[in-house]
């Protein structure tokens, strides 16, 4: 198959097995996805999804966070992880929020970006599922299959970006991302992984990678 082909396979099987991308992350306006998108850096969405209903009940908007000190931010979110930087980074990015932006979300990924604790792939998820502006952010499972579907180098995840951007419509791109995210999940995952039950790596996967689960596991 050539690179095209393979990429209108992934998009069509894609589209068939996720008709819907429902945002992960439980929010309510931009604001609520930011902190839902910043607290779930290295933890799982579930876990996410089950903080921020008590943390959104307290405080759901900038003026309300500031109105919380760093140390009751981080008691409600510490199950999430990484919780001085991220209590310390919502307090100060809604005090920035406030002073520079009249409490609002910013719509521009180098203004999301000069935020605290808020990265490029936050500012990504953030500009495509919170404004609707094209965007690829990669996380753990994109940067997996894309190196799986030999469709990137798998060198990292700024690499990964670019090819994806460079090979997917744009279009495409906000639903994509989801739907690759949940394939991952479902079907391609880091362990555990059932070559049979993946289709797409099955067709379109890199010889190395179809070759080396084989050696472990037994023919297809």
């Known amino acids: 198959m050539t690179k095209t082909e393979k ?14 991308t429902p945002i992960p992350l439980d929010h309510h306006d931009p604001y609520t996805l930011l902190i839902a998108v910043l607290l779930s ?13 008590h943390l959104f009940a307290t405080a759901s908007t900038p003026q309300e966070m500031i109105k919380l000190t760093r140390e009751e931010i981080a008691d409600i979110i510490r199950p999430c992880g990484l919780t001085p930087m991220k209590s310390k980074g919502i307090y100060e990015l809604s005090h920035i929020l406030l002073d520079k932006y009249n409490g609002e979300v910013p719509a521009d990924f180098e203004a999301l970006e000069a935020l605290p604790a808020v990265g490029h792939k936050t500012a990504s998820v953030v500009m495509s599922q919170g404004f609707g502006v094209p965007a690829f952010p990669v996380d753990t499972h ?12 798998g060198k990292n995840v700024v690499q990964t970006e670019r090819d994806a951007k ?3 419509p744009e279009e ?26 993946d289709v797409i790596t099955q067709k379109i ?6 070759n080396e689960w084989v050696k472990a596991n037994g023919p297809l």
């Not at 990429?7 to 819907?20: A, H």
């Not at 994509?176 to 039950?197: M, P």
């Not at 996967?205 to 179809?210: A, I, L, Q, S, Y």
């Open 205 to 210: 996967g890199r010889k190395t990678v179809v």
């Open 166 to 168: 460079r090979i997917f």
């Open 41 to 53: 850096a290295q933890c799982t969405d579930e876990r996410v999804n089950k903080v921020t209903p």
């Open 142 to 153: 994109i940067h997996r299959l894309m190196y799986r579907w030999g469709l990137s180098t």
């Open 172 to 197: 495409k791109w906000n639903s994509l991302h989801l739907q690759i995210i949940f394939y991952g999940r479902e079907y391609c995952q880091a362990r555990g992984w059932d070559l049979r039950k």
């Open 7 to 20: 990429v209108s396979f992934v998009i069509e099987t894609l589209e068939n097995l996720y008709p819907e």
